[in-house]
């Protein structure tokens, strides 16, 4: 350990691949408008621009995330698209590098025709992605998400950097779910860039606590689902992404953990975002547990700080290891939990999800 890691070959932007539903909605290869077609969109599109009246707001920053900037389809053809010779759309990144827009089913970077034609992500919808993390994990990002109307020549699925986001638009129209996916991945890796850079010694942790050690199998540069950054992604996806994101809780490559099976990975993250957060305490304010200790088939009840909601996560072991996933639910103002019957008595934490942040209870189960 302590060795200084190798960079993968290429950094900005990083393609995602994924599983297979997100191959077949065309993160691999998306289909078009006719380029007849197109001129039309663009029209209409400039059209809705200049009065004011496009369904979503063109740029705005997320409420809860100021650093975090939503770039609308329409904003990215006004602001961002210009005509190369040849009728040709290039879209221009924040650095001032350019690609070409792929704008036809004829263009041999397609492979998946879909309803035959593009479907961006709705902007509400990646605002509610967005809204999903933790605030307190996106806090020192500066991100703008670039929802695209055309997929990029060379990088047709979604990809991030440290700085951008660019969401691909689908074959199909996205469900919410698939949205919520994308979007707390890709936030992955901008959260890894900000605050775990290549060849930070913290990838030797992360490495240990994700049984990476074998390098030759997880190396930046590897198969997509061995690289650790990928791996850290689908992490922060399934532990901070909400319910939409986390989906079963698999990951990528299905050979590791889970990572809520994985004992101290969530107080690691929240460790790197270096706000001051205490993942057992949550943000200080103090949760209300009675009885406690509790016997085991009896319920217990929790009383939040005021105006706080939160859902149940698990019961934990001693050591980190998810022993069970309780039945809970609010009952007036305090959030009650089912016990299991015949559990074994000793010391729990009860981990809890509210808006905000992660806290985790103390739990006695009595003799």
Known sequence: ??????????????????PAWARDLGLRGPSTLRSDRSAA?????????SLG??????????????????????????????DAPGGVQMFEYPNGSVTRFVTSV??????????????????SVVEAAVRAVPASLLRGLEVQIYVLPYPRSGMIGSSADGAAIYLTP??????????????A????????????????????????????????????????????QEILAEDFRVLFGGELAA???SVENDELLRPDEVPGLERFLFGLAGDGVDVADGSGAKVLAYPNPVSSGARMNLRLPTGESATVQGIFDASGRLV??????????????????????????????????????PLRIAP
């Open 1 to 18: 350990m302590g060795h200084e890691l190798r960079k993968p070959r290429i950094e900005q932007p990083g393609r995602f691949r994924g």
């Open 41 to 49: 969109l663009l029209a209409v599109l400039a059209l809705l621009c």
């Open 53 to 82: 009246v496009a369904g979503d707001a063109l740029a705005f920053r997320v409420a809860d995330a100021p650093g975090i900037e939503i770039i609308s389809p329409e904003e990215v053809l006004a602001e961002h698209t210009f």
């Open 106 to 123: 004829e263009d041999p970077e397609i492979h998946n025709p879909g309803d035959g034609t593009f479907f961006p992500a709705s902007v």
């Open 170 to 183: 689908g074959v199909r129209e996205y469900s919410e779910a698939e949205v919520h996916f994308l979007i």
């Open 185 to 228: 991945h890709e936030l992955g890796h901008t959260f890894h860039r900000k605050h775990l850079p290549y060849g930070d010694s913290r990838w030797d942790d992360f490495r240990q606590l994700r049984g990476l050690e074998d390098e030759e199998q997880f190396r930046f540069d590897g198969p997509h689902a061995d690289r650790p």
């Open 247 to 249: 989906g079963n809780g």
């Open 324 to 361: 069970a996933r309780p039945d809970s639910r609010f009952v007036g103002d305090e959030l009650t939990v089912d016990i299991p019957q015949r559990f074994a008595p000793g010391s729990y934490w009860l981990r809890l999800r509210t808006e905000a942040t992660v806290r985790t209870v």
